[in-house]
T-cell receptor
Framework: EAGVAQSPRYKIIEKRQSVAFWCNPI?????LYWYQQILGQGPKLLIQ????????DSQLPKDRFSAERLKGVDSTLKIQPAKLEDSAVYLC???????????????FGPGTRLTVL | GQQLNQSPQSMFIQEGEDVSMNCTSS?????WLWYKQDPGEGPVLLIA?????ELTSNGRLTAQFGITRKDSFLNISASIPSDVGIYFC????????????FGEGTQLTVNP
């Protein structure tokens, strides 16, 4: 079974530029998550989708971050404009179901390492 | 901010030794997950726990869901060099839906 795919793996941009990350979840997983992981910390949830609908975006900085999952499969996370403090690894995860209990385990992709200069 | 206290922050051990790390919180959790993250990679799920008191093993790894539902521990027996990495605990609170709360990680170094 193929895992969560993400691209690009690395991105270097200057502040105020825009950047986009792509994620393809595990086949059949309805729930997709985007996390931000700052160096030395655990991942922090940015946004959660159930199929093509947003379930939780309470921790997404909506003035500069946006995400979509138009057809309920692939997803794109965008930052516009980027700030220095956005330098981090952006992880995508997916799970078979949402909520609690068996089947909700989240499986992570390899991440995109973003450096903002 | 983080609501899980994970300890220790780092460990340096000799190959063959056993390792123990834990996570505690003032909140009650319904699910505990333990992940391992290698450099440049995403976290990989090691063990999932769903019931208070549950003890689950995966090879040389053993994890337990604390009786109070506010803590969990992970043990690694007979460590080997490939155990090197960062171990994260993560929990789901009853009120948080699918939002995982992560600890800050334990950096494990195994000397051959």
């Amino acid at each position: 079974e193929a895992g969560v795919a993400q691209s690009p793996r690395y991105k270097i941009i200057e502040k105020r530029q825009s950047v986009a990350f792509w994620c393809n979840p595990i086949s059949g997983h309805a729930t997709l998550y985007w996390y931000q992981q700052i160096l030395g910390q655990g991942p922090k949830l940015l946004i959660q989708f159930q199929n093509n609908g947003v379930v939780d975006d309470s921790q997404l900085p909506k003035d500069r971050f946006s995400a979509e999952r138009l057809k309920g499969v692939d997803s794109t996370l965008k930052i516009q404009p980027a700030k220095l403090e956005d330098s981090a690894v952006y992880l995508c995860a997916s799970s078979y179901i949402k909520g609690q209990g068996a089947g909700n385990e989240q499986f992570f992709g390899p991440g995109t390492r973003l450096t903002v200069l | 901010g983080q609501q899980l206290n994970q300890s220790p922050q780092s460990m340096f051990i000799q190959e063959g030794e056993d390792v123990s790390m834990n996570c505690t919180s003032s909140s009650i959790f319904n699910t505990w997950l333990w992940y391992k993250q290698d450099p440049g990679e995403g976290p990989v799920l090691l063990i999932a726990l769903y019931k208070a008191g549950e003890l689950t093993s995966n090879g040389r790894l053993t994890a337990q869901f604390g009786i109070t539902r506010k803590d969990s521990f992970l043990n690694i027996s007979a460590s080997i060099p490939s155990d090197v990495g960062i171990y994260f605990c993560a929990g789901l609170k009853e009120t948080s839906g699918s939002r995982l709360t992560f600890g800050e990680g334990t950096q494990l170094t195994v000397n051959p």
